[in-house]
């Protein structure tokens, strides 16, 4: 039997050294809080599985819980309820529940639940920056300002034609690094990071912050890295939110401590461009000039930042490898991808956006892995900030609410054969990548759709376009594509369990 999340949440927990006598005293209140909410009243919220007391559902939920979840949806219906120690979750796993949570409940349900980590342990760290775009709790008047901000200087049509020449220069890099580890494995993963994540630093300060070279274990990729793992560890307050404030795992200590690591990397740009400001009027403006015209402090500026790194790198990264794995498996598709850039780019070893339209089968690729492997299976995390009706059942008041995409994705009452990589099925079909469709919904609805979305889409498939376009990939020690492991692992984003490592033969 799988590892439970409940056994790794217990695993995972570490208590100080206390007294027995005085730590029963901590815990008898706690029980007694719990006990309180398992044998309360019930009220008609959707069906679900039967919670276990004081830990709920814990013990029913595997590691994959998206999987999880989807296998509760088949046996309950498209709305369900689950109760994670004592917060009660409720999932929409069907086009028909995600319409009535990202469409006609859309106003009242774009409330952000803000995990427990983000907010600190002490009052003082309780509510976020407000230059937050991810987790403002509410579309405030402001939080619209933000987005608009956003969307002007860095993902509206002008703004992405502006970046081209960015693009295309932080692709040919990656093109040189690539062929210069002809014949040597290389971990497509990192190599997708490094083009991204210089893509946006480049947007945001005007320089790179990271490179090629560079391990997971310093500098930017480092403490991405272990941000990210510390973020997507189990946290007993999210299920138990009564001891938010004890920060028992130091969670939010930790979460906390490598943000400011990772914000340490571009204080000082911050710092000289705000010394300098209107001195250097001939420089290049780009998003922190934005930021600093309208005023943002630095602890916004580094939220936002921080906030659009997470959004925009993680996502593209897993899918362009994903895209890579799918298509080495499924050699057909990969031919038909492969002779598509050869009748549009020839012997060429770049390739220019203005022709990507002519690449209908590498959109349609790169489309059905985002249904197959959605990069953030649940989207992220709404609430009910005020009990509500949904589908004829309540919803109470701070429920969190989650849309399982990934089982949208795979339902086979809207998709033909939903396991198989079939990119045929986006030729010539209407389905798009914004929000219109929601059997297919990879980057949200809604007020709270992905507002990079355009910038994504058009990275993830021009990098997988050189990729393909200028090498030929083998893997090491002469394996088969057949042995490519396509398990899943739920972190932050989907990821694979193993990543992907491929050795590269520049064919140009």
């Given amino acids: 039997m799988d590892q439970t999340l409940f056994t790794k949440m217990v695993n995972y927990v570490s208590l100080p050294s206390l ?10 209140p706690v029980i007694f809080f719990i006990w309180k909410q398992f044998t309360s009243q019930s009220i008609n919220t959707p069906p679900g599985p039967k919670p276990w007391p004081i830990v709920g559902n814990l013990p029913q939920m595997s590691k994959q819980g998206h999987i999880s979840m989807t296998h509760f949806a088949k046996i309950y219906g498209p709305l369900i309820s689950l ?7 409720i999932i929409a796993s069907s086009p028909s529940s995600a319409i009535e949570i990202l469409k006609n409940h859309d106003r009242l349900l774009s409330a952000r639940y803000i995990p427990e980590k983000l907010t600190g342990s002490k009052p003082k760290d309780a509510e976020l920056s407000p230059a937050s775009l991810m987790w403002a709790p509410e579309c405030t008047g402001h939080w619209k300002l933000l987005r608009t901000m956003c969307r002007t200087e860095l993902f509206s049509p002008k703004a992405i034609e502006s970046q081209t020449s960015l693009r295309a220069s932080k692709l040919a890099e990656m093109v040189d690094f690539v062929r210069g580890r002809e014949g040597q494995a290389v971990k497509i993963k990192d190599v997708v990071f490094t083009v991204v994540f210089n893509t946006l630093s480049n947007l945001f300060f005007s320089k790179d912050l990271t490179s090629f070279e560079e391990d997971d274990y310093g500098g930017c990729k480092g403490h991405f890295r272990k941000l990210g793992e510390v973020a997507s560890s189990v946290n007993l307050a999210e299920f138990f939110p009564i001891l938010a404030g004890l920060d028992l795992q130091d969670i939010s ?36 000039d934005a930021m600093i015209e309208n005023e943002f402090a630095d602890h916004q500026i580094n939220q936002l930042v921080m906030e659009l790194f997470s959004a925009g790198t993680d996502t593209t990264t897993i899918t362009v490898e994903w895209a890579m794995a799918e298509l080495l498996k499924n050699r057909e598709a990969m031919e038909r991808v492969l002779e598509e850039l050869r009748s549009v780019f020839g012997d060429q070893n770049s390739i220019s956006e203005s022709n990507l339209s002519q690449l209908p089968y590498l959109e349609a690729c790169f489309k059905e892995t985002l249904r197959l492997h959605a990069p953030v299976p649940f989207l992220l995390p709404h609430c009910a900030p005020e009990t509500c009706e949904v589908m004829n059942y309540t919803i109470p008041k701070n429920a969190r609410i989650l849309v399982n995409v990934w089982a949208i994705g795979r339902d086979s009452a809207f998709w033909e054969d939903p396991l198989l990589f079939k990119p045929e099925r986006f030729i010539g079909s209407e389905l798009d990548f914004k929000g219109h469709n929601y059997e297919y919904l990879p980057f949200g609805a809604g007020r709270r759709i992905c507002p990079g979305l355009p910038m994504g889409i058009r990275q993830g ?42 050795i590269p033969k520049w064919k140009l």
């Fill in 461 to 502: 498939q021009l990098i997988l376009a050189y990729l393909l376009h200028c090498f030929d990939w083998s893997f090491p020690n002469g394996e088969d594509a057949s042995t490519i492991d396509m398990t899943e692992k739920l972190s932050l984003t989907l990821q694979m369990v193993k990543p992907l490592h491929l």
């Fill in 253 to 288: 200590k930790k979460t906390q401590m490598h943000a400011k690591l990772l914000t340490a990397e571009w204080e000082n740009i911050v710092k000289e461009r705000k010394e300098n400001r209107g001195k250097n009027s001939t420089s290049q403006r780009d998003f922190l």
């Fill in 19 to 28: 007294p027995f006598h005085l730590l029963l005293l901590l815990l008898l």
């Fill in 83 to 89: 109760r994670l120690g004592t917060r009660l979750h």
